[in-house]
């Protein structure tokens, strides 16, 4: 800048440093700049006394000689003041250009304006824009890396904490399966089977943890897929009869039995929606209540109510309650417990899946929530409901009870109406039927003992389960809640009408499927531990290495169901998929089912797996129990006769814990000592190759190989080595050069050799 500018800005310094407080005033208060503050909340006296009279202060340094052009201070500090109110670039520079504008302008107003002056304001106001420019892009990347850290490091915190419970939730299933094939007492079967369906009930739990964040962020995505309501909504009220037992609650139910079997819709969310309408219900309801559910189609509509006693919810706060973290009647709910978040939850989800739930409640008089949400039926099903027929001609009768009672029957009166079931209330046992059905809790001990000792054919109504008819062949209980199923299996067993149990029969039968699999996955160890599940269920099946090989085994065969992993070589899942879907759209050929095969269970992996044309997800580590579920719904069910006993073995790796691997993995220990070799030398070939890839550099190979090994060591719960591998896969995917690989590779190298010496 020539000598002649400087000479006249150093001149009119004094006079501008005069005219402060007017050039600062017209500054803030120039319409866009009080608009940009406004918009991000920043007090207009609070911006001129904090930030303002210092860059007025710094320019004027400048101009002195004594601050250096380019780094106001004091810009820093707003930049950081305004990094978390996502100031924009444009924003930044509009505040900026009107400071210059209002120098400029005092200068006009003042007369100590000409060319030298103007040249030598817009000339230190450029050069330090140039300076704060840069500060601002600094600022700005380093705010998106620690979001990006801070996601990464929520991703990971997610993926460790569901996969650490998950673990020993296997086992406690594995044990409780083992144990329903060995026992044949119809009591513990049902304190075996509610275990069971608790431990899947919180593993879905688990799920929805992962899942909550999608609802908040907007990356959640509804799952519809075929499922039986009957079956659904009666397996749900099963979970909440000892929490209702436990408050001597009578929980009835009435699921519509003209709701056609199947439907299409996510079954997980509108149980997880049930679940909470249950749960509140029972926590809110007084001790010797009633809760009643009830279940509805019409016209593509499905109706789920659940209806309580209890304290009710006043109107002006029964919007509130679905909000996060609130509800209602605070006082009481303190003594209830509860985190507030369930109702939010719950209308959140019935909003994604297209619903609602209403609310129907006063102070004193109980609720009523309702979930409508829509659904579509499954036209192909044709698996029976209640066979009516099998009861023809059977006299039912009713003894007399309490009419105090009459809230527990009100139900059966509706299944016996839409069966078409004549049943005859009686007074005594002299009169005439076949089958009698009484009220346990309005019969005294006399009574019962005339009806067990003349062994007339009965079906006893019990509040709660207990062991008072087990060795009373006449007579079969029937506790609440009471739904079709129950009742046909109640009805059966006192008329001799239900085949003989099966339950001891383990060793001559277990399930079974029938069809032919085709499996594409090119890990080895991997390979061969879905093959000996796929044998254990009595499938066949092929492998395929790489995705090339399987698109080209499919053509030239046909399948009942496909397992894709999604990362290959020579063709990867996603592409083989694709191919076998035009394939099929080309020549018309029927859709064969590809379920996809990831270790990648975290961020929407099973959504983006539908969006790739699979049909369903099974993530890595693979659960037998996810696996069958899906061979259930995909082949046809059978029994295996099997009388073969597996000799037992001496495990040779002290460091590796079978009596884990066996409750997580089902198999035997010959079974899981050989797919252990397999893996050992896998792992040792693996190990070698990643060496050479982290010594040459190459990025893509490294996060190939670790991703193998990730899947291979989840699958044998060896959480470390995953732990590891996926560390490295991650790193090398964003081909992060301060990482340090060869460390890494070192630890995990030590971790897999400890495992096996």
Wanted: aromatic share 10%.
């Amino acid at each position: 800048m020539p000598l002649s500018e400087i000479t006249a800005l150093t001149r009119s310094k004094d006079i501008l440093i005069g005219e402060k407080e007017s050039i600062l005033d017209e500054w803030v208060s120039e319409a866009l700049c009080a608009t940009i503050l406004e918009r991000h909340e920043i007090d207009i006296v609070f911006f001129k006394n904090k930030y303002a009279r210092s860059v007025f202060d710094y320019f004027m340094g400048v101009v002195s000689g004594t601050m250096t052009i380019g780094e106001c201070p004091v810009i820093g500090e707003l930049i950081e003041y305004l990094k978390n109110k996502e100031l924009r670039a444009d924003e930044l520079f509009a505040l900026c250009t009107h400071f210059k504008r209002s120098v400029l302008n005092a200068s006009y107003r003042l007369g100590i304006n000409d060319q030298a002056m103007f040249n030598a304001i817009s000339y230190l106001f450029d050069q330090n824009f140039a300076g704060v420019l840069k500060l601002y892009t600094d600022t700005i990347y380093q705010k998106e890396q620690e979001a990006i850290n801070a996601s990464k490091a929520k991703e990971y915190f997610l993926s460790n904490m569901s996969h650490e419970i998950r673990t020993p939730l296997n086992a406690i299933l594995g044990f409780v399966s083992l144990l329903r094939d060995e026992t044949t007492n119809p009591r513990y079967q049902q304190y075996l089977e509610i275990i069971s369906n608790s431990g899947e009930n919180l593993l879905h739990i688990i799920n929805d943890i992962l899942d909550f964040s999608k609802l908040r962020s907007g990356e959640f995505t509804v799952d519809p897929q075929p499922f039986n309501i009957h079956d659904e909504i009666s397996h749900t009220m099963e979970l909440f009869v000892p929490g209702a037992n436990s408050k001597n609650i009578t929980l009835t139910s009435f699921i519509d039995p003209s709701i056609p079997y199947e439907l299409v819709a996510d079954a997980l969310r509108i149980k997880q929606i049930v679940g909470n309408f249950l749960s509140n219900a029972i926590k809110f309801s007084h001790n010797a209540g009633a809760i009643h559910v009830e279940a509805r189609y019409d016209s593509g509509m499905l109706s789920l109510s659940v209806a309580d006693e209890g304290i009710g919810i006043a109107l002006s706060e029964q919007e509130r309650i679905f909000d996060a973290f609130s509800q209602a009647q605070e006082s009481t709910s303190k003594l209830q417990g509860g985190t507030g978040l369930g109702l939010s939850i719950c209308k959140q989800l019935s909003y994604h899946m297209g619903g609602t739930i209403e609310l129907q409640s006063s102070p004193s008089n109980g609720s009523i929530f309702t979930l409508k949400i829509p659904v579509a039926v499954n036209q192909e099903c044709t698996l029976s409901k209640f066979d009516v027929s099998m009861y023809e001609g059977i006299r039912f009768a009713l003894l007399a009870y309490d009419t105090s009672e009459q809230y527990k029957l009100e139900s059966l009166w509706k299944y016996w109406e839409h069966f078409g079931f004549v049943v005859k209330q009686i007074n005594t046992l002299d009169e005439e039927f076949d089958l009698l059905i009484f009220l346990e809790s309005s019969i005294d001990d006399v009574l019962r003992m005339e009806i067990i000792e003349r062994k007339i054919p009965s079906v006893a109504i019990l509040d709660f389960l207990d062991d008072r008819y087990d060795t009373v062949s006449s007579i079969a209980p029937l506790t609440f809640p009471i739904y079709c199923t129950k009742l046909q299996h109640a009805l059966g067993d006192v008329l001799g009408l239900n085949p003989p149990s099966t339950a001891g029969a383990a060793i001559m039968g277990r399930r079974g499927f029938v069809g032919r699999v085709l499996v594409a996955e090119d890990n080895f160890a991997n390979q061969e531990l879905i093959k000996i599940i796929l044998e254990r269920y009595g499938v066949s099946y092929e492998i395929a290495s790489n995705g090339k090989e399987a698109f080209q085994k499919y053509r030239s065969d046909l399948f009942d169901l496909i397992f894709m992993d999604e990362q290959m070589p020579q063709m990867n899942g996603n592409e083989a998929t694709a191919n076998i879907l035009v394939y099929e759209q080309e020549t018309g050929r029927k859709h064969t089912p590809i379920v996809a095969l990831t270790a990648n269970v975290i961020k929407g992996s099973r959504e983006r797996s539908i969006q790739n044309g699979y049909d369903a997800f099974l993530g890595k580590p693979i659960v037998l129990k996810e696996i069958e579920q899906l061979m259930e719904r995909y082949l046809q069910l059978t029994t295996i006769v099997s009388t073969e006993s597996i000799v037992p073995v001496a495990f040779k790796w002290g460091n590796i814990d079978m009596n884990h691997l066996k409750s997580a993995l089902m198999l035997e220990e010959d079974q899981i000592e050989y797919l252990l070799e397999i893996y050992r030398q896998k792992m040792e070939h693996s190990l070698d190759e990643l060496a050479d890839a982290i010594s040459a550099k190459h990025y893509t190979n490294i996060a190939f190989i670790a991703h193998s090994l990730k899947g291979s060591s989840a699958n044998f719960r060896f959480d470390e080595l995953s732990r590891l591998s996926w560390v490295i896969e991650e790193s090398a995917s964003e081909e992060d050069g301060e990482f340090d690989f060869n460390e890494a590779y070192m630890v995990l190298r030590s971790e897999f050799e400890k495992k096996f010496k």
